[in-house]
C-alpha cells in the first residue's frame, strides 16, 4: 500500500467521522447541551475528577459517555455517584468516534440545558483527530507526567480549549515545575486556558466547576 | 467506507509491517543484539528509566531508538549519557512501525552483543499491534496511572513479556495497592514477569539489570 493510498483512507474515515459529528452537534445544540470531550494519558485521573466534579455540581441535570477498551468500571464508578453513564468498548479501538458517540446519545435521553461528559479513551494521541460534536476538548495531564507532554503531543494541546493539571497534591513528591507545563502548554496553543487542581484534596476544583458553569450559561443565553 | 473494507486496509497495514519486522529481527538476530520494545503511557518515565539503566550497565555496547510525534528532547537526553540514539519523530502517527525502525538501524551500525532499546511513542493502545522485530515489548506503569489499567488496556499487557511498575516512590503518596496492580496484570497475561521499581530512588533497579543482563546472555548462548 502505497503513502498516497493510506492519505486517501485516513482522510475518508476522518470525513465519514466529520459528518456524523456535524449530526451530534445539531442535536446537542438544539437541547442546550454543554459537552466536553475529555482527553488525556491512561492514568491521569480522568475518572476520580470526574466523579468529584458530578458531586460538587449537586443538583443540574448530566450525563456520562465513558469509552475505553475494555471494562465497564468507569461507567460503574460514574453511576455510584447517581449520574446516568453509558460504556463504549472499543476493543482494539484507540479512541472514540463521532459515530459511536451518536449511538450512546440515542440511549441517553438527555435533558435540555444537561451537561455531557464524553470520558475518551486514554491515550494522548489518535482522539486528538476525532471530532466528537463536543463544544470542546479539555484535555488532563497529570503532573507526574513531566513538563515536555504539551511539546511532544502538540495536536492534542492544539485541540483542546482548556488543560487541567490534576494530581496537584503530588508535585512536591516529584520535583514538577507547574510554571514549565504552562509556559509548554501556551507554546504549542497560546490560546490554551489552563487550570491546576487535585481532585483528591479538592484544591483549585472551585475554578473548574466554575468553569463549567459559565460555559454552559454561555451556551443557553446565546 | 464499510467495515469490511476498513479491516482489509488494516490488515494490509499489519501484514506489510510484519515483513518489515521479519528483517529487522534477522539483522538483530545475526548481530546477536537484545532488542526491548519499551511501551507505556506518556509520562511512565521511560526514559529517566532508560538514563539510569545506561549509567548502571556500564560499559557494554548498547544503542537507543526513539519514538516521539515530535521533538527530539529524548534522544538529547540519551545522548548525554554517551549512548548513541537516533530519533523517529512520527508526526501525526501514534506508534513506531517497523519500516522506521529498518532505517533507524541502517543508522545506528550495532556492535555484535549489544542492547538495542527501542522507546517507543507514549501509547498505551496502538503500539501493542506493531512488531518491530525486538525480542519482547516491557511495558512500563507509573504506580500512579491506577491498577485498573491493565483491565483496560488489555492488548498491550498481552503482548509485553515483562510489566515495571516504575515510580514506586511515589506509591506511599497516592493509596496505590501494588499487589493489585500485580493480580491485574496476571489476570490479563498469566505469563507475564513484573518487576516494581523507581528509577529516582533506585529501589529494584538491580532486579531489572540483572534481567536484562540474562536476557541478553541467553540470546548470545544460542
Known amino acids: 500500500m502505497t503513502q ?12 465519514k467521522n466529520d459528518s ?14 454543554f459537552t466536553v470531550n475529555l482527553v488525556s494519558s491512561p492514568g491521569s485521573g480522568k475518572t476520580t475528577l470526574l466523579c468529584e466534579t458530578i458531586r460538587r455540581l449537586g443538583d443540574v441535570p448530566l450525563a456520562v459517555i465513558e469509552g ?47 451537561f455531557l461528559f464524553i470520558e475518551n479513551v486514554g491515550n494522548l494521541v489518535c482522539p486528538a483527530a476525532f471530532d466528537l460534536g463536543e463544544d470542546c476538548k479539555v484535555a488532563i495531564l497529570s503532573v507526574t507526567e513531566g513538563e515536555d507532554k504539551p511539546l511532544k503531543y502538540p495536536d492534542m494541546f492544539t485541540a483542546s480549549r482548556l488543560a487541567i493539571l490534576n494530581k496537584t497534591d503530588l508535585a512536591p513528591h516529584c520535583d514538577v515545575d507547574l510554571d514549565l507545563y504552562a509556559a509548554n502548554l501556551k507554546r504549542v496553543n497560546p490560546d490554551i486556558e489552563i487550570i491546576a487542581l487535585s481532585a483528591r484534596t479538592g484544591e483549585g476544583m472551585d475554578r473548574w466547576i466554575d468553569w463549567l458553569q459559565a460555559r454552559r450559561d454561555a451556551k443557553r443565553a446565546v
Open 20 to 33: 456524523y459529528a456535524e449530526g451530534n452537534r445539531r442535536v446537542l445544540n438544539a437541547l442546550e447541551v
Open 68 to 114: 475505553d477498551q475494555q471494562t465497564a468500571n468507569d461507567a460503574e464508578r460514574i453511576r455510584a455517584t447517581g449520574a446516568r453513564a453509558v460504556q463504549i468498548n472499543t476493543g482494539k479501538g484507540c479512541h472514540l468516534d463521532a459515530h459511536m458517540v451518536g449511538h450512546a446519545l440515542d440511549r441517553l435521553r438527555l435533558r435540555q440545558g444537561s
Open 4 to 15: 498516497a493510498r493510506l492519505i486517501e483512507v485516513e482522510t475518508a474515515i476522518l470525513s
